[in-house]
């Protein structure tokens, strides 16, 4: 157990819907990253937030917005989903804001789009 | 453009061999690399790491190395166990941000 908890845990949904995914980062951890990993593909870098600020961007779409609340925790926003949005949704944390720092991963988001 | 490749989508190792698996890269600014292990169902969790200025690390059963000229890292696992049995991902990072590899699933043989 990493210490990092998401929810929901499987999320199906239609195409132009929008959902939130949530992120509840490590005890003491303040860097929050997300990744996106689509089927066959390694995980790509969404976006970072580090203390409640926009730390550092990824190929994130548009339709896609996620922030850090004062607790820590951070929510990912999809909306006018497509079909191509079915993917593993992951969140990180580290302590520090460098991406040499660890980053212990959470169990994931499985997003299916119908 | 696949900055980080792992061209072995996946690789069987008799259990007690070595396990060899191989990342390249391409952005000669990349300054730190680590390897993640997966399970099913579980999230990415990191394994080793090296740092540019090194060109072999080690711990316990595991071993990274890194070739900068050729651009080329690998993990070395001896003995291989069963439990080693996972999808791993070498990333490399250039200040900002990790990128990933696809991933090769080693599947050690009893």
């Known amino acids: 157990d990493s210490g990092v908890t998401q929810t929901p845990k499987h999320l199906i949904t239609a195409t132009g819907q929008r959902v939130t995914l949530r992120c509840s980062p490590r005890s003491g951890d303040l860097s929050v990253y997300w990744y996106q990993q689509s089927l066959d593909q390694g995980l790509q870098f969404l976006i970072q937030y580090y203390n409640g600020e926009e730390r550092a961007k990824g190929n994130i779409l548009e339709r896609f917005s996620a922030q850090q609340f004062p607790d820590l925790h951070s929510e990912l926003n999809l909306s006018s989903l497509e079909l191509g949005d079915s993917a593993l949704y992951f969140c990180a944390s580290s302590f520090g804001p460098s991406p040499y720092n660890e980053q212990f991963f959470g169990p994931g988001t499985r997003l299916t789009v119908l | ?110």
């Open chain 2, 1 to 110: 453009d696949q900055q980080v490749k792992q061209n072995s989508p996946s690789l069987s190792v008799q259990e007690g061999r070595i396990s060899i698996l191989n990342c390249d890269y391409t952005n000669s600014m990349f300054d730190y690399f680590l390897w993640y292990k997966k399970y099913p169902a579980e999230g990415p969790t990191f394994l080793i790491s090296i740092s540019s200025i090194k060109d072999k690390n080690e711990d316990g059963r595991f071993t990274v190395f890194l070739n900068k000229s050729a651009k080329h890292l690998s993990l070395h696992i001896v003995p291989s166990q069963p439990g080693d049995s996972a999808v791993y991902f070498c990333a490399a990072s250039a200040r900002e941000k990790l990128t990933f590899g696809t991933g090769t699933r080693l599947t050690i043989i009893p």
